[in-house]
């Protein structure tokens, strides 16, 4: 086989409709608004589960047991202290740094001060997945304290994942109502199918690196604006918009000059993202306690807006409209939303990697070549200027 060349090959811009796996993880309808992970839909695992139940669900394939459960819990609280060396070195950290940038360079590192690195035992990469799983709070929340000028505050195991991540943050415990929404919103974020990020993981895995390796590519890849960082636009354009009887003409000039809203659309998806649906209402009950309903107010008016003219189209609100506002509300900086989804994603990513690994194939796609062939190497002292 030669080069490829075009019209040889069908070429998928952005590996649109490409199929790169065979996955039991999760599935997504996005005609109808579907989404299950492992058989359940996202509502009832919303309703009924919680966020470390759900990943145990995602990591191995079915619900745990009693026993089941209270050992992978007790596995990922184990495992929530930083390696000491891992804490010197963020704090020589520059403290303006993206919490993105820190997340990536540090489960980069732990790869360096893990004990068993040189273990490649389905079992040992089971344990590297839930060490990722475990840090990735304390890796957030300890540099968020830093640059504050804080003190770290160590992980309480007496508390949910999602309430020792809130505590290790503000150093207080949260009310039941914002860790339930907190826990929910990482339900909601868990799993996506093969995203970028996810892929990018897997790609890393396949040529068979580290699991440490495979979750930084994907920490990198999910930090693009493109990917993982919709929610805080959606938060500035609130900022922008001010007022509830500003909407109206923002939105109506905005779509006149063709510019994107954020928040809206997805690729798959061309009905009403099931995980806007599911935290819309938590939104709602997290803004009336927090006494502030404005941006949710604005929110819903600007969906409303949106589904009237573009609807037809296919655009509703995604599931980033309402998690800024989430975050926002449980007291969460701007620039720690994308470092949230992360903590929540790093269950799909291990996941779809652990999968892929079962029966590996390394990723090696082509492209289509159109340089130029057959040149003639000139020497370089007779080349023109
Ligand atoms: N507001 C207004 N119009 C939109 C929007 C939007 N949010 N999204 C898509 N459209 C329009 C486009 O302008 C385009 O119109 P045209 O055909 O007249 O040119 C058409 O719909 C198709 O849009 P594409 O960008 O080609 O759709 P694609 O499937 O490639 O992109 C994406 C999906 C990136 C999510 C897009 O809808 C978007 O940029 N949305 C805003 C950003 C956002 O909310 N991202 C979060 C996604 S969810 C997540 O990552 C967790």
């Known amino acids: 086989m030669g080069c490829l060349t075009a019209g040889e090959q069908k070429y998928s811009r952005g590996l ?58 007790e596995n990922i609280k184990s495992n929530y202290e930083l390696h000491p060396g891992m804490i010197d070195t963020i704090k020589n950290f520059m403290m303006d740094a993206h919490p993105m940038d820190v997340i ?6 732990m790869g360096i001060f893990c004990k068993d690195k040189r273990e490649f035992s389905r079992e040992a990469k089971y344990l590297k997945a839930i060490r990722v799983i475990a840090k990735i709070p304390t890796m957030i929340a300890a540099f968020h304290r830093l640059r504050e000028g804080k003190e770290i505050i160590s992980p309480d195991k007496s508390l949910t994942y999602s309430e020792n991540f809130l505590y290790m943050m503000f150093g207080e415990k949260p009310d039941e109502l914002s860790a339930k929404v907190l826990d929910i919103a990482l339900i909601l974020h868990a799993e996506h199918g093969m995203n970028a ?26 930090k693009g604006p493109l990917h993982g960082g ?8 609130l900022d922008e918009i001010k007022s509830l009887e500003d909407v109206k003409p923002f939105i109506e000039s905005a779509l006149a000059e063709k510019r994107k809203i954020m928040g809206f659309g997805h690729r798959v998806y061309k009905a009403y993202d099931p995980r806007a649906k599911i935290l819309k209402d938590w939104a709602y009950k997290l803004c009336e ?71 590996n194939r390394i990723y090696r796609p082509r492209a289509i070549y159109n340089g130029p062939i057959d040149l003639e190497y000139i020497p370089m002292e007779q080349r023109e200027e």
């Open 16 to 73: 649109e409709g490409v199929i790169a796996a065979i996955s039991s993880i999760s599935c997504i309808d996005g005609d109808e608004g579907n989404l299950i992970y492992r058989g359940y839909p996202i509502e009832v695992l919303a309703k009924y589960s919680t966020y470390l139940e759900t990943a145990f669900l995602i990591l191995y394939g079915h619900l745990p047991t009693e026993k089941e459960f209270e050992d992978f819990r």
């Open 289 to 359: 306690m927090k006494g502030d309903l404005l941006h949710f107010k604005m929110g819903d008016e600007i969906e409303k807006i949106m589904i009237e003219k573009v609807g037809k189209r296919g655009i509703y609100p995604n599931v980033d409209f309402y998690s800024g506002l989430v975050y926002t509300h449980l007291g969460i900086p701007r620039d720690i939303f994308t470092p949230v989804f992360a903590m929540s994603r790093s269950v799909g990513w291990t996941a779809h990697i652990l999968e892929y690994l079962e029966s």
């Open 230 to 237: 919709a929610n805080e636009r959606v938060m500035s354009m």
């Open 104 to 109: 990536r360079s540090m489960v980069s590192m």
């Open 197 to 222: 990020s996810t892929f990018s993981g897997m790609v890393t895995a396949s040529s068979l690196s580290d699991i440490y390796s495979a979750v930084t590519s994907a920490i990198g890849t999910l």
